[in-house]
């Protein structure tokens, strides 16, 4: 059955409780830092232990077919399902989720996750989003991030940070663009496309066509190939998205890590991930946008 409007926030909350309850949900204990970088202050999760999820991607990659691993979206884990959002996608909580209330929004038939995003990806995103405030992104592919090749979609809810702007990597973009036309961010000194949203768009019923035909122009604008309404496309280079309800921001990507820091779309946000206190220092001692920009395509 498909989720019924100003449903969905109370199903992941219940969801959570009682996958949280049977042991289905395993959460990911951080502690956080911020580090100072060109007038911003980045948010920084450091990683208490990545035990139990590098088991499970090991379990994966020793029941894997012809080297492409166990899919855990066929099917998803009964306790983790949130709801039927489409008629080709369903909404399931991540199992070793790092933000609380994490949410993917996975298509039901494998979908893989170098390919480009859909009119219908985006339908059943901007469901999600019209429901709460949140940040959707998409990691398109391994070097983008992505942990899994069945087509995802993540949506966390704001604010990213404790403390400080909702996102932090926001201030960059005050005044910057008129809405419905990409641009680019002079603070930016990497390859990337940044389109301000119309207000408001969250309640407009042609949300998911009007953010699509803009992914497609934000493609384009960085001399990536663009999606067919009628088939999946291959992407032509890895990327990483950003979704919110006023902006959306697109980066191709070059490399996954810097100094063994994995960098997904969250953390061209402003909200990044480390495993330990050194890889903190190291990446404090290197500087936050320095570390996105070797990640990033110049």
């Known amino acids: 059955m498909i989720v019924q409007r100003g449903t969905l926030w109370r199903g992941i909350v219940e969801t959570t409780r009682s996958a949280l309850a049977n042991g289905a949900l395993l959460p990911v204990p951080t502690n956080h830092a911020f580090i100072e970088d060109g007038g911003l202050r ?44 489409t008629d080709t996608h369903i909404a399931v909580l991540n199992k070793f989720n790092v933000v609380e209330h994490h949410l993917l929004i996975v298509t039901r038939g494998f979908e893989d996750q170098d390919t480009l995003l859909t009119l219908q ?24 991030g992505a942990s899994q090749r069945h087509k995802h979609l993540q949506l966390v809810p704001l604010p990213l940070a404790p403390e400080g702007p909702p996102i932090p990597i926001e201030p960059l973009f005050d005044g910057m663009g008129a809405p419905g036309e ?90 990044l991930f480390v495993r330990d206190k050194e890889q903190l220092a190291r990446l404090k001692a290197f500087g936050p946008m320095k570390a996105l920009a070797s990640a990033a395509k110049e």
């Open 42 to 85: 980045f948010f920084v999760r450091v990683l208490s232990s990545l035990r139990r999820k590098d088991e499970a991607r090991k379990k994966q990659d020793a029941g894997s077919i012809g080297g492409k691993g166990v899919n855990p979206f066929l099917p998803p884990e009964k306790d983790l399902i949130v709801a039927d959002l």
């Open 121 to 144: 990806d985006f339908e059943a995103l901007w469901l999600c989003m019209a429901e709460f405030n949140g940040l959707g992104f998409y990691n398109g592919g391994r070097v983008a």
């Open 182 to 271: 990409p641009c680019t961010i002079p603070a930016f000194l990497f390859l990337h496309s940044f389109v301000r949203l119309a207000p408001d768009l969250a309640r407009d019923p042609a949300a998911a066509a009007k953010t699509f035909a803009l992914y497609g122009e934000m493609l384009h604008s960085v001399g990536l190939n663009t999606p067919d309404a009628s088939r999946l496309i291959v992407q032509s280079m890895p990327y990483c998205f950003i979704v919110t309800r006023g902006w959306m921001l697109l980066v191709p990507r070059s490399r996954e890590f810097f100094d063994g820091v994995s960098l997904n779309s969250l953390a061209y946000a402003g909200s």
